[in-house]
């Protein structure tokens, strides 16, 4: 299984809901990535998962708050969003935390706050 | 500060001729990866090529890495209209261990 899941893949949300974001690999990768992407930019990294520890978080606000149960896991938790929020959410692992290494993504979940 | 620039932004050409992407970066780096991204959908990882390689190949795909001139180019030959996306490339940035994706070509192949 080479396969990045991520659930939903769409999202509307209000500024005052709570939501989540699951990504899942079965792939034994020890590094997850989150990345967000506004149309027509490049994936801007804001968190890094190395062996379940938080490795590298780009400045995110805390209105993120990501969370990684177990080695395949890795959720995004959403608190009090603002409008400019709106953008694909892309998950990414890696065999592991390096950036010689391959990530694979998956395909995202646009989400729309409202 | 963005690590890589693409040029160009945008890339229209007929079926079967070769595209060719730049990608040009600041600082040094100890790899550059290419990656293809389909309308709105995930990235795919399409290449990587270490700072002591100049030049690699796989398929229809050839980049050339030129460490003094900090550049880079993805050379697509004999297009296809399945190969219209958005093409990236990735530069590690030193000692962090991270990724940062250049702006990013748009490629689009006409049939």
């Known amino acids: 299984d080479t396969e990045v899941t991520q659930t939903p893949k769409h999202l509307v949300m209000g500024m005052t809901n709570k939501k989540s974001l699951k990504c899942e690999q079965h792939m034994g990768h020890r590094a997850m990535y989150w990345y967000k992407q506004k149309a027509k930019k490049p994936p801007e990294l804001m968190f890094v998962?190395?062996?379940?520890?938080?490795?590298i978080n780009e400045s995110v606000p805390s209105r993120f708050s990501p969370e990684c149960p177990n080695s395949s896991l890795l959720n995004l938790h959403l608190h009090a969003l603002q409008p400019e929020d709106s953008a694909l959410y892309l998950c990414?692992?890696?065999?592991?935390?390096?950036?010689?290494?391959?990530?694979?993504f998956g395909p995202g979940t646009r989400l729309l706050v409202l | 500060s963005q690590q890589g620039e693409e040029d160009p932004q945008a890339l229209s050409i007929q079926e079967g001729e070769n595209a060719t992407m730049n990608c040009s970066y600041k600082t040094s780096i100890n790899n550059l990866q290419w990656y293809r991204q389909n309308s709105g959908r995930g990235l795919v990882h399409l290449i990587l090529?270490?700072?002591?390689?100049r030049e690699k190949h796989s398929g229809r795909l050839r980049v050339t890495l030129d460490t003094s001139k900090k550049s880079s180019s993805l050379l697509i030959t004999a297009s296809r209209a399945a190969d219209t996306a958005s093409y990236f490339c990735?530069?590690?940035?030193?000692?962090?261990?991270?990724?940062?994706f250049g702006q990013g070509t748009r490629l689009t192949i006409n049939p």
């Open positions: 090529i270490r700072s002591n390689e």
């Open positions: 998962y190395s062996y379940e520890k938080l490795s």
């Open positions: 990735a530069t590690d940035v030193w000692g962090a261990q991270k990724l940062v």
């Open positions: 990414a692992s890696s065999h592991l935390w390096g950036a010689q290494e391959t990530q694979y």
